[in-house]
């Protein structure tokens, strides 16, 4: 397949900290080279030259972490998707983490504008004793009326495997057009969040801490146990800053409590 923007990324240990080893990318994806604001691990920002994903695009990003390696992987901006008359935009990201590996996964938010459509497809491979924090976030963008909820769908996927076993499947599909903002969808609300946390140490305590966090928020926000050792997070919200709010919350609480390190923030101004 061809694709309109390609990135393959691989993170390795060496006797000193996590290295970038292998990069290949083509099309409309770019990567920077990486920054050490921790002294072990690099932050890399994963780059679109482009103006927005349109019509027809084809996305596919690969990341693997190598044992014992730790990375934090980031977009420059939010990535905004325009009208598709044709064909909605297709991404899919692949992540592998091997033994006790690190991944950090914090993208800017997903704006869909007026006739928009968009595919996601997130397939991650995982060792038991490997950690992940991945979260994603939707907005809806303008539109000419100014009314909210102009895309025609979004639909994403997730399958997270341990050990080569599917153990987390996570499908949610936005279709305006179907009474979004009504009861057991977005409930009045306009803005959407999601956390996966994977960790070995993750355990009932650490999930009551995020309950803590979620019961406190200034929207609607909620953890539920996954069948691993970690938790999922839902949010629903007024505006992107308060999603952003409860994201940053919880990947402080992860890195503190489950990696027992500061927390690092990512400024992009």
Known sequence: MSYTGYLELRAERNSERTVIKDTYHYGAFKVARPIYMTPESPFVYMLHVGGGYVSGDKYKTMITVEKNAQLTATTQSATKVYKTPNAAVLQETCITLEEQSIMEYIPDPLILYENAAFVQEITVHMAENAALFMCDSITPGWSPDGQLF????????????????????????????????????????????????????????????????????????????????????????????????IIVKVYGLFRQELLKAEVSLLRKY
Not at 157 to 179: G, S
Not at 225 to 236: K, M, N, T
């Open 150 to 245: 102009q895309y025609t769908s979004m639909r994403s996927k997730l399958k997270l495997y341990v050990n080569k076993q599917l153990k987390v499947y996570d499908h949610l599909y936005l279709k305006p057009e179907n009474h979004l903002r009504g009861m057991m969808k977005m409930e009045g609300y306009t803005h959407f969040g999601s956390i996966i946390i994977v960790h070995p140490n993750a355990d009932d305590a650490f999930i009551a801490k995020v309950h803590q966090l979620c019961e406190e928020a200034g929207c609607k926000a909620g953890a539920s146990a996954l069948p691993i050792s970690g938790c999922a997070i839902r949010i629903l919200a007024a505006s992107t800053q308060e999603v952003e709010e």
